[in-house]
Structures are given as structure tokens and as C-alpha cells.
């Protein structure tokens, strides 16, 4: 019980950030002990073989820089399958074209209404820069696929098709179509994307087909040896990535990273050790809670994978 004892952190010039994730290990701290056991955890899935591994993430963060980090890992290849929500397609496609804005929490939000501009917590998103050119891009797109005699497409190929024709290098769906990474909106109808297809689809014969993204992910999940995710904040991502995983007995690997909280029973402040009950995490699975802000703790993740990844 009293083996590892904890010890200071020694800072120094030049100090990269895995050198201070790996003192976060011996200073331990609260959530500094966390992620640190999220950057092995997390390494020992990227380097198992024989694992799927799943990365599912909500829309906001999209929004903000941790796009790119997020880019980063699709470009690295650390992950094989993606789960998302429609507001990510809604933010990578528009960023490719159009700036947000850095803001504050206390700005007034009707000032901002008067001057055509949505604030998604202290980033600000003038209309132009979301609304306008989704409506844009995805108009030229969905002519394009109807044209060529697309009547019907799942979310995967859909997500394929908007990287390939709509997104330049800057986008993680650009990104995730380079690398063949699979990815998957099970909310599709639930943002500006959804809009612009349900509103295409008025004067055109033209569906989602939802079912073959069931099939695809229920072929991935069962025949995989092993499935590990990294899953960050909550909602329909996060649960359609274990609702899955459950029917093969659950995530070998796991690393939750959300600042919900617990004790509402919402699915998205719901630890890995609920998910166990619930055959969605394996009882002796590797996994970790880290609580915090993505847009924060995500960086430093990624960025000491990357060094232990290239040494």
C-alpha cells in the first residue's frame, strides 16, 4: 500500500511536456496522477496490434484549437475509427473557409445577436462564418453526389465524400478520408449539416441510411480481438461507442476525459466503473477517469504520446 511515495516536481529550462507528464506520475497530485496514467494507458493501446481503437469526441472543441489536436491524432494514426456528432461536421467544414473568434464568457449576448454573431462559450462565430457557408458548401455537395445518381448514403460515406470534395488540409474529415479512418455521426439530423440535408432532401428523393452504419460498426466490434477508446466529454458519441463495444463484452482499453459530473446519472458524467455493470468496459480493463477541459488536458496528452511515439 505505501510503496510509491509521492515527490516534487523539478522544473527546468528546455522542459518538454512529456518530461512534466512523466513527473506528474511521481508528483501525483489529483488529476495530475490522472493523466499522467492516461498518457501509459493511452500509449499501450495505440502500440497493441491487435486492438481496434475507437475516438469519439463531441462538436465543441472543434470550435476552438484542439482541432487540431484532435487532426493530429487522425493524421498519426493512433486511432482506426471515429464517432462524432453533426456540429463537428458543422465546425471543421466551416473553419476550413471562414475564422472564429476568441471571445469572453461575459460578453453581452445580445449585443452579439444584433451584430449576427453566436458565441459558443467564450469562442465567437459571426454568421457568415457558420450558417452561410455550410449552406454553401453543402448545397454544391449534395447536387453533386445527386447528380452522379447518389439517392442514398450512410454517414461514413457521407463524412468520406465531405473531406474528399468540401474540407481542404486544415480539416480532420480532409485528414480522416486520407488515412482511410471511418467516420461515423449517429446524431447526423442534430446540426447545420442535418439541416442542409434534411432541406435537400424536400425537393429530392435523398436519405441517410443510418442501419449501414449499424452493420459497419457491428462487423468492426465483432471482429475485433481486442477495442480500446479514447473518448472524450459525453453524449451520443461517447454512448455509441461503448453501446457497441458492450456486445463483445466491452473496451479493452478505455480513457474517459469530461467535466460532467457524476451524480445526475447522466450518461456523460457516468465513470468507466459504471460502465463495467453495463458490459461496456471489461472488469479487468486498463482504463482511467481523467476530469478536466479537453481543450486543456487533451493537448498535453497528445503532445507526450507523440514524443514517447517517435522516440
Request: with cysteine; glycine share 8%.
Amino acid at each position: 500500500m505505501l510503496k510509491d511515495a509521492v515527490e516534487d516536481f523539478e522544473l527546468f529550462e528546455g522542459m518538454s511536456v512529456d518530461d512534466l507528464v512523466m513527473q506528474m506520475e511521481k508528483a501525483w497530485g489529483f488529476t495530475a496522477g490522472k493523466l499522467a496514467t492516461s498518457v501509459k494507458i493511452l500509449e499501450r493501446m495505440v502500440d497493441d496490434t491487435d486492438c481496434v481503437k475507437f475516438l469519439s469526441f463531441p462538436a465543441n472543441i472543434v470550435a476552438t484549437g484542439t482541432r487540431g489536436v484532435l487532426k493530429e491524432v487522425v493524421k498519426r494514426k493512433f486511432v482506426d475509427v471515429i464517432v462524432t456528432t453533426c456540429g463537428t461536421l458543422d465546425h471543421d467544414i466551416a473553419r476550413c473557409w471562414k475564422k472564429y473568434y476568441q471571445g469572453s464568457f461575459l460578453m453581452d449576448d445580445a449585443e452579439l445577436r444584433e451584430g449576427d454573431i453566436s458565441r459558443l462559450g467564450n469562442v465567437l462565430v459571426p454568421n457568415e462564418s457558420y450558417g452561410i457557408i455550410i449552406e454553401e458548401k453543402m448545397k454544391v455537395l449534395l447536387q453533386s453526389l445527386w447528380d452522379e445518381g447518389v439517392r442514398e448514403i450512410s454517414t461514413r460515406q457521407l463524412c468520406q465524400e465531405m473531406g474528399r470534395r468540401i474540407c481542404n488540409e486544415s480539416s480532420i474529415l480532409n485528414c480522416a478520408e486520407k488515412q482511410n479512418i471511418p467516420v461515423y455521426v449517429p446524431g447526423i439530423t442534430d446540426g447545420a449539416v442535418g439541416y442542409q440535408i434534411w432541406l435537400f432532401s424536400q425537393n429530392h428523393d435523398f436519405r441517410i441510411d443510418l442501419l449501414k452504419d449499424e452493420g459497419e460498426l457491428s462487423d468492426i466490434a465483432f471482429t475485433a480481438k481486442k477495442t480500446g477508446a479514447l473518448i472524450i466529454g459525453g453524449g451520443i458519441s461517447k454512448h455509441h461507442t461503448i453501446w457497441w463495444n458492450q456486445f463483445r463484452d466491452g473496451l479493452d482499453y478505455a480513457i474517459y476525459l469530461s467535466t460532467a459530473v457524476e451524480w445526475d446519472g447522466s450518461l456523460s458524467g457516468a465513470r468507466p466503473r459504471e460502465a463495467i455493470s453495463w458490459r461496456k468496459i471489461k472488469e479487468k480493463a486498463d482504463y482511467v477517469m481523467v476530469e478536466g477541459d479537453a481543450s486543456v488536458i487533451l493537448p498535453m496528452i497528445v503532445c507526450s504520446l507523440i514524443t514517447r511515439n517517435t522516440e
